[in-house]
């Protein structure tokens, strides 16, 4: 029994010292998101969905594009949608904010919200915030934004800078330039 006992040891401990000197070396894969997986919540023509975790950096970097890309509106009509609606109002949540969209009933979107805390600010609002306030940190910022359809139309970031013990808030109203800084970033 003991010789047994031995043997197998003695043949694991080979067998696996043998699997672990063979290197096997695998093409370079490409993995695309197809879908991005939602909690829901629905009532009558509302909607919520948490956005995961491991999706909320894309979600925060550019909500409306996100959401064109992972949500699609026919889908959730056919499944949930109401007959004789005339819209949906669906809200996509993170940790760090929200995106609130109507959609008509046949799936095109009317308008939007959106307000997010302390997120990474673009790169123009970034330069603006050192230009006018070098020295100072941000401490907090807010991005809060409305549009029609898909797109932005107003919009501004409120910021929170401290230099020692002052503390100043301001706002910085969208542009242009910030506005294709916040799709790009």
Same mark, same amino acid.
């Given at each position: 029994?003991?010789?047994?006992? #031995?043997?197998? !040891?003695?043949?694991?401990?080979? @067998?696996?010292?043998?699997?672990?000197?063979?290197?096997?070396?695998?093409?370079?894969?490409?993995?695309?998101?197809?879908?991005?997986?939602?909690?829901?919540?629905?009532?009558?023509?509302?909607?919520? *969905?948490?956005?995961?975790? $491991?999706?909320?950096?894309?979600?925060?970097?550019?909500?409306?594009?996100?959401?064109?890309?992972?949500?699609?509106?026919?889908?959730?009509?056919?499944?949930?949608?109401?007959? $004789?609606?005339?819209?949906?109002? @669906?809200?996509? +949540?993170? +940790?760090?904010?929200?995106?609130?969209?109507?959609?008509? %009933?046949?799936?095109?979107? #009317? %308008?939007?919200?959106?307000? *997010?805390?302390? @997120?990474?600010?673009?790169?123009?609002? +970034?330069?603006?915030?050192? +230009?006018?306030?070098?020295?100072?940190?941000?401490?907090?910022?807010?991005?809060?934004?409305?549009? &029609? !359809?898909?797109?932005?139309?107003? $919009?501004?970031? &409120?910021?929170? @800078?401290?230099?020692?013990?002052?503390?100043?808030?301001?706002?910085?109203?969208?542009?242009?330039?910030?506005?294709?800084?916040?799709?790009?970033?």
């Amino acid at each position: 029994m003991k010789k047994a006992i #031995l043997f197998l !040891m003695l043949a694991g401990f080979f @067998v696996s010292a043998q699997s672990q000197e063979q290197i096997i070396e695998l093409e370079e894969t490409e993995v695309k998101m197809n879908s991005v997986p939602l909690t829901s919540n629905f009532s009558s023509g509302e909607a919520e *969905f948490i956005i995961d975790e $491991g999706y909320t950096m894309q979600f925060h970097h550019n909500a409306l594009e996100f959401v064109k890309k992972n949500f699609d509106i026919q889908e959730f009509i056919e499944k949930y949608g109401h007959k $004789g609606s005339d819209s949906y109002e @669906v809200t996509f +949540r993170s +940790r760090k904010g929200l995106l609130q969209t109507v959609y008509d %009933s046949e799936g095109n979107m #009317l %308008s939007s919200y959106q307000k *997010f805390k302390n @997120v990474a600010l673009p790169y123009e609002v +970034r330069n603006e915030i050192y +230009r006018q306030y070098q020295g100072w940190d941000v401490i907090k910022n807010k991005f809060v934004a409305k549009g &029609k !359809m898909d797109n932005i139309d107003k $919009g501004f970031y &409120k910021i929170q @800078v401290q230099k020692g013990s002052k503390k100043e808030t301001f706002k910085l109203p969208l542009t242009e330039t910030s506005l294709a800084g916040l799709a790009s970033n």
